[in-house]
């Protein structure tokens, strides 16, 4: 099994930075895809960014030049810069990962608890 534990959220003003932590553990052998989620009230959750293996990185239009996905071996990070308003949501960590060999190299996808990010003045 797999865990994901986030942090970093938080109330910050528009135009205000944070940056999310997100440390995975368990049976890994290795990991595919590392990335966030968000999901506002009332809303589906949409992906916002995630790193490949292989450091391609991907995001949704919306926050593209303002926040930064990286990953440092098992930690997934994102840097929320130029926060707006709109970015208000739970971010939920995401992990595509491959289990170790007790359970058979099977294919793993892990959430984290989700965190609150509050953009406001």
């Known amino acids: 099994q797999v865990q994901l534990v986030e942090s970093g959220g938080g109330l910050v003003q528009p135009g205000g930075s944070l940056r999310l932590s997100c440390a995975a553990s368990?049976?890994?052998?290795?990991?595919?895809?590392m990335g966030w989620y968000h999901q506002a009230p009332g809303k589906e959750r949409e992906l916002v960014a995630h790193i490949s293996s292989g450091g391609t990185e991907t995001y949704v239009d919306s926050v593209k030049g303002r926040f930064t996905i990286s990953r440092d071996k098992n930690t997934v990070y994102l840097q929320m810069n130029s926060l707006k308003p709109e970015d208000t949501a739970v971010y939920y960590c995401n992990v595509l990962a491959r289990l170790s060999a007790n359970y058979q190299y099977r294919y793993f996808e892990g959430w984290g608890q989700g965190t609150l990010v509050t953009v406001s003045s």
């Open positions: 368990g049976n890994i052998f290795s990991i595919n895809r």
